[in-house]
């Protein structure tokens, strides 16, 4: 049987960048940017006003100047008028206003005292003196010139980085396509959610559960179910395999009398790649493409084992494809065993564990959270991912540290 690393190898080898397309500004946040991005304007574009305060000439200070004539306001927005009496006046001024020519500091209200002069007009007397000219202005340019790169292709576009892209005016931008993926769940024993289930059924929760985690991804997501019904199978998955990217199918790949998704999926044209990895849960793990289509995974149906081989094997290929030139992949984790684990099986062990970073030795554990079965769907919510235990040992001692994939 195949093991966890040459399945996760295999896995990897179909992993195709998606091609770059262009959006808009607002269909853009979370993916991946394929160009540079650069400043458009000197950055800040213009000598910018940090303070609220008047703005005067420096020089008219060291020559002894002291109280000034408010000539008039400037806002924020405010075309800069020059300062027409730079050794006698000032310009009251505002933060993010532009400096009036002329003017070269900014004293701020706090370090003045403004009063009516005898000629009717405010008049301004620094209380305390600036330490040189030029204080409270952000100088035009001083951040990045013109042409600066600011966003690089690979570069993810979080937060900041959509701050960026909204400076330097790029309202249209190429980024890597969303993957196309279809949610599968398959099984005669699954009823809608909003069914009350009859006492043999229950409910389909794996395709949202899956839903749910491809779309943290980027990827665009549709959701479907079949039955365990060769006929519908046989109907229904052709044109998934033609439309997306990839298939997550969840159930029906097991050695069961209903299992019938990997005939089907091989009738559908679909090219087994493997079928099972000597590892628990999740040993029925069904991964194959059809030429010029889909990757197809079939997941082991129990929902831990859907929930842990789609971490292990379609979440990084999703990162692959819809990430392609990110700088740094994510880092793995590791993490100290909290606990002496045994594991007898020849089987790689995907341990559930839930991680604790020590108060005084800043030491990451893995408290081991043990399902009832794979089946028990309610072991993954103390979890925060899984260790990965490799099938060559049976006996895993605390202190030892392992990779774990977090969720
Ligand atoms: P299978 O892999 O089809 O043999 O399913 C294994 C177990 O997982 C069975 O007990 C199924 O009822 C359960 N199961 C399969 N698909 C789902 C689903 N979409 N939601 C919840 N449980 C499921
Ligand atoms: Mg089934």
Redesign the pocket.
């Known amino acids: 049987m195949l093991t966890v690393e040459e399945a996760a190898h295999r896995v990897a080898a179909t992993a195709q960048p998606l091609a770059p397309e262009p959006v808009s500004l607002n269909e853009a946040a979370g993916r991946t940017l394929h160009e540079t991005l650069r400043a458009d304007r000197p950055f800040p574009p213009f000598n910018r006003v940090t303070m609220d305060g008047i703005a005067l000439a420096f020089a008219a200070l060291a020559a002894g100047q002291t109280t000034f004539v408010i000539e008039r306001t400037q806002l924020a927005g405010q075309p800069p008028q020059p300062l027409r009496s730079p050794s006698t006046a000032a310009v009251e001024i505002m933060t993010g206003a532009a400096l009036p020519p002329g003017a070269d500091t900014v004293v701020r209200y706090e370090d003045l005292h403004i009063s009516p002069g005898p000629d009717g007009q405010r008049h301004a007397t620094v209380l305390v003196p600036p330490p040189a000219a030029g204080h409270n202005v952000h100088p035009v340019g001083s951040d990045c010139a013109v042409g600066t790169p600011l966003l690089l292709p690979g570069t993810c576009l979080g937060a900041p980085e959509m701050a960026v892209v909204a400076t330097v005016g790029a309202h249209t931008v190429q980024v890597t396509r969303r993957a196309r993926v279809a949610v599968v769940?398959?099984?005669d024993?699954?009823v809608p959610v909003e069914n009350t289930p009859l006492p043999h059924q229950?409910?389909?929760?794996?395709?949202l559960?899956l839903a749910v985690a491809v779309r943290a991804t980027g990827a665009a997501v549709s959701t479907f179910?079949f039955p365990?019904d060769p006929a519908a199978l046989r109907i229904g998955l052709p044109a998934l395999l033609t439309d997306y990217d990839l298939l997550l199918l969840?159930?029906?790949?097991?050695k069961?009398k209903?299992?019938f998704l990997p005939t089907a999926l091989r009738e559908a044209g679909a090219e087994e790649i493997f079928h099972e990895v000597s590892q628990r849960p999740g040993k029925?793990l069904w991964f194959g493409r059809k030429p010029g289509g889909a990757v197809v995974f079939g997941l082991?149906?129990?929902?831990v084992?859907?929930f842990l081989t789609y971490h292990r094997y379609a979440a990084p290929w999703l990162r692959t494809v819809q990430a392609p030139l990110a700088v740094t992949p994510p880092p793995p984790t590791f993490a100290a065993l909290a606990e002496d684990v045994r594991f007898k099986p020849a089987l790689t062990y995907f341990l559930l564990v839930r991680l604790e970073s020590g108060e005084t030795d800043g030491i990451l554990r893995a408290h081991p959270v043990f399902p009832n079965s794979s089946?028990d769907?309610t072991s993954l919510l103390p979890a925060h991912g899984f260790m990965e235990l490799p099938l060559e040992r049976d006996f895993f001692r605390e202190g030892e540290v392992w990779k774990v994939w977090r969720f």
């Open positions: 769940s398959t099984g024993e699954l229950i409910r389909r929760s794996n395709a559960m179910h365990d969840s159930g029906g790949v097991s069961g209903a299992d029925p082991p149906g129990n929902p084992s859907t089946g769907m």
